[in-house]
């Protein structure tokens, strides 16, 4: 899974490097004051989709419906301009989302 992360981050176009002081942790404010474009719901999304869970899995572990799953991929696909897994995953990766593998 670690591969898969880095082979999303090394093929993706080339982005300026994180600014520090925007990294956030879950529910909480950015460092500026800005509030986190994600919801938490969206953040926990996020956070499954690195580590490589399906929609399905994400339903699951959410216990969500999986169109549910879909609804809050394309409202984070709105918000992030990530249109594919793979640039989500980036984005997690720049907005300091730690991944979480689904359960088997």
Known sequence: MADAIALAATVA???PPAD???????????????????????????????????????????FLSVNTVRSHLERIRDKTGARRRPELVRYAIQAGIESVAPST
Do not use: N
């Open 20 to 62: 520090p002081t925007l990294t956030v942790t879950i529910g909480q404010p950015a460092a500026d004051g800005l509030s986190d474009p994600l919801s938490v719901r969206e953040r926990e999304i996020v956070a499954l989709l690195a580590g490589g869970a399906t929609d399905a899995q994400i339903a699951e572990r959410l």
């Open 13 to 15: 176009e080339p982005a």
